[in-house]
């Protein structure tokens, strides 16, 4: 009898291991579904000082700008989960008419994970599943979207990670469209939130993940889904963005999050529970809107470069060219940069620019550069132009010249 237990224990096992295994962001144990917004009885930071985070991977940065203003280890390769799905929408929302109904395949119907529930056969809107995609983080809905766009689910990764050259971005390689773990299916928290500033240009996008419910027609019925982001109508300024899980992602958060006129994202990767990746993300955000204000740098560096300019142009050798040059700073579209208001604001600047022009200086090249600091932080750097081709002397004045010489 004994060893007919533990034959039923360890048959038990086997079965319950592979189905835990592949849950997602809604497949939740009923445990953790309890404790799904529960922050008000946390202990949130309201300090000056920058908060202790727990999650392996985190980023902030200020959208205005893409300045990094919180990090901790950004910049490394890590499963993403779910939040796949951000770039698997943008690419949809790129290459579809949303008004296009889809016939959802055997290979959608039958994934694994955290699923809305397709059934093989069914039609279903474009709208419908992007919105299950990003609010429910259904799985089926990321293989149904690939397979419609671009009639196979290989090809449509190809477009995914076609976007991540098209954005420079060179740490993040996509293998599937929702993210179910894989060696070789990863990004850093940087690359994401510059994934996410991107994906958030568009309105769309945007009116999709910042939506709570949403009712869809669903294998022939109406439905009404919840967005699984918990900070969604909870924090002040929250409007997306994707949550995610899998065992070697741990907990994922990406959050929008704007407050007067700052507009920041921060990515929350490698979190052990709800908790802690919820927290790290309300005290980031607490954190930065506190401590960070915009600072216009236009004076500074315009008060400068005039300076330098004036000084430069009575001091630089003109080799063959006796022409005037005329010299331009290149203008930005935002002189607006966040920094700390801890009273250590110290502004600086530094030019470079060569001791001699000749005539073989093309007009609009760049010739020089500014560069602005905030203490020993580079905030910026501008290129400096000569606007005009110098012409070469001509005979005449060198005629004239020599002529002088003799007479004086």
Request: charged content about 20%.
């Amino acid at each position: 009898m004994n060893i007919l237990k533990k034959i039923i224990i360890v048959s038990s096992i086997l079965i319950i291991v592979p189905s835990i295994a592949c849950l997602g962001d809604d497949n939740l144990p009923v445990n953790e579904l309890d404790d799904y917004m529960q922050y008000s009885s946390f202990e949130v930071s309201s300090s000056n000082m920058e908060p202790n985070t727990y999650s392996k991977n985190i980023i902030v940065i200020d959208r205005k700008t893409l300045t990094p203003l919180y990090e901790k280890n950004a910049f490394s390769k890590v499963a993403m989960a779910s939040t796949t799905k951000i770039m698997t929408c943008i690419i949809a929302l790129e290459n579809c008419d949303l008004t296009e109904k889809i016939i959802v395949s055997k290979n959608a119907a039958s994934v694994k994970g955290s699923t809305l529930g397709l059934k093989e056969n069914s039609e279903i809107s474009l709208i419908d599943l992007l919105y299950g995609l990003m609010l429910r983080s259904g799985n089926d809905c990321a293989i149904a979207i690939a397979e419609h766009i671009s009639g196979t689910v290989e090809d449509y990764i190809f477009l995914m990670n076609q976007k991540c050259l098209e954005l420079g971005i060179n740490n993040t390689h996509f293998v599937t469209p929702h993210g179910l773990d894989d060696d070789n299916h990863y990004t850093t928290a940087y690359d994401l939130a510059i994934i996410t500033d991107y994906a958030l240009k568009n309105a769309i996008f945007k009116k999709i993940v910042s939506t709570k419910n949403y009712n869809i027609t669903l294998n022939g019925y109406l439905a009404n889904i919840t967005n699984t982001n918990e900070l969604l109508n909870n924090v002040e300024g929250v409007y997306g963005v994707k949550t995610g899980f899998t065992f070697n992602a741990g907990r994922c958060l990406v959050t929008s999050c704007k407050r007067n006129d700052m507009d920041i994202i921060i990515v929350v990767l490698g979190s052990d529970t709800k908790k802690i990746r919820g927290l790290d993300t309300l005290n980031l955000i607490n954190y930065i809107f506190k401590n960070y204000k915009y600072i216009d740098i236009s004076t500074t560096i315009n008060k400068a470069f005039s300076s330098y300019k004036n000084n430069y142009l009575n001091k630089v050798i003109l080799y063959k060219t006796n022409d005037l040059p005329i010299i331009k700073l290149e203008e930005i579209d935002n002189y607006l940069v966040p920094l700390k208001t801890d009273g250590n604001i110290k502004l600086s600047t530094k030019i470079y620019m060569p001791n001699i022009l000749s005539t073989n200086i093309a007009d609009k090249q760049v010739i020089g550069n500014l560069y602005i600091y905030n203490d020993t932080n580079l905030l910026c750097s501008l290129n400096i132009y000569l606007e005009n081709r110098l012409s070469p002397n001509s005979w005449q004045f060198y005629y004239k010249k020599i002529l002088n010489f003799f007479i004086t």
